[in-house]
């Protein structure tokens, strides 16, 4: 039995997550390179050609740039909510996908892939129709909850209960605020409908720990305004303060925006 995550790329600058088990490989974005997509799998040793699915959080460049390539190179299949697809398809944003291979998904509604069941939650973020995912095999659990504006109870809902989540951690305030960014960046970075920072990621965080929350993993970090170490210490002492110990009770790392993580397994 296997069930395992790893991260091709997460960060501001492309997001690229693989998802499998025994049975199943899907990837969750492509905001990479399809060259990158490609080099990302084989050094996990997953073959490109057994990829059965490209999930699309949004339309935004950094989760969908190397979806098309992909899509056209390995004749993927790529699911994504209506609104994503009206968002992405007029546009041109990705080139021509079979037709076959334009797959609409509806949120709260539950893919089953032998097993795996794979269910798209909604997000607050400024795209059309985004969403996290989670995904259930065997009694685990893992979740993908990034690109979020601000986490509501509806969001710690879909999250409970996961054994590993990906959990944005995309700045550290102060330096977003002191930092180069334009006034209406920084804004729209700030709002309800931007990214989690550090601070707000950590407080998530504890909405949703259990006792057999094993890892978290902080991802899609701001390449200007954080820090990898920044992300990490916040989280940190965040669980500490509140009596959970990291590396005994919980593991926390943080995925590197350019390198391939290591593949974590929760089975
Ligand atoms: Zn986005
Ligand atoms: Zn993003």
């Keep these: 039995m296997k069930f395992e995550l790893c991260t091709i790329a997460s ?3 492309g997001n690229c997550i693989y998802v499998g088990t025994d049975k199943h490989k899907i990837l969750v974005d492509a905001g990479i390179s399809g060259k990158r997509v490609t080099k ?3 050094d996990i040793g997953v073959d490109p050609n057994e990829i ?3 999930f699309i959080t949004h339309e935004h460049s950094d989760h969908i740039k ?4 992909i899509s056209r190179k390995y004749n993927l299949p790529i699911y994504a909510t209506k609104g994503t697809w009206d968002a992405i ?3 041109a944003k990705i080139g021509k996908i079979s037709p076959e291979n334009i797959r609409t998904i509806h949120k709260e509604v539950t893919l089953d892939f032998e097993g795996l069941e794979i269910t798209p ?3 607050h973020h400024d795209a059309a129709e985004p969403v996290g995912y989670t995904f259930s095999y065997e009694g685990k659990k893992m979740s993908i909850a990034t690109d979020l ?3 509501d109870r509806k969001i710690l809902k879909y999250l409970a209960g996961s054994n590993l989540v990906l959990l944005e951690s995309n700045h550290d305030v102060g330096m977003l605020q002191a930092g180069t960014y334009p006034y209406y960046l920084k804004q729209r970075i700030l709002s309800d409908s931007g990214h989690l920072s550090n601070d707000l990621a950590a407080e998530a965080l504890l909405g949703i720990y259990h006792k057999n929350l094993e890892h978290v993993v902080l991802g899609h970090l701001s390449r200007e305004n954080n820090f990898p170490d920044l992300a990490y210490v916040t989280t940190k002492n965040m669980l500490e303060c509140n009596g959970i110990k990291v590396g005994k009770d919980i593991n926390v790392s943080v995925a590197n925006k ?3 993580s290591e593949v974590y397994r929760i089975l």
């Design 11 to 13: 960060g501001s600058s």
């Design 40 to 42: 990302g799998l084989e």
């Design 52 to 54: 059965e699915g490209l």
């Design 66 to 69: 190397g979806a098309g390539i």
């Design 89 to 91: 398809l007029p546009e």
């Design 121 to 123: 939650y909604s997000i």
């Design 149 to 151: 504006g601000y986490v």
């Design 258 to 260: 350019d390198k391939v």
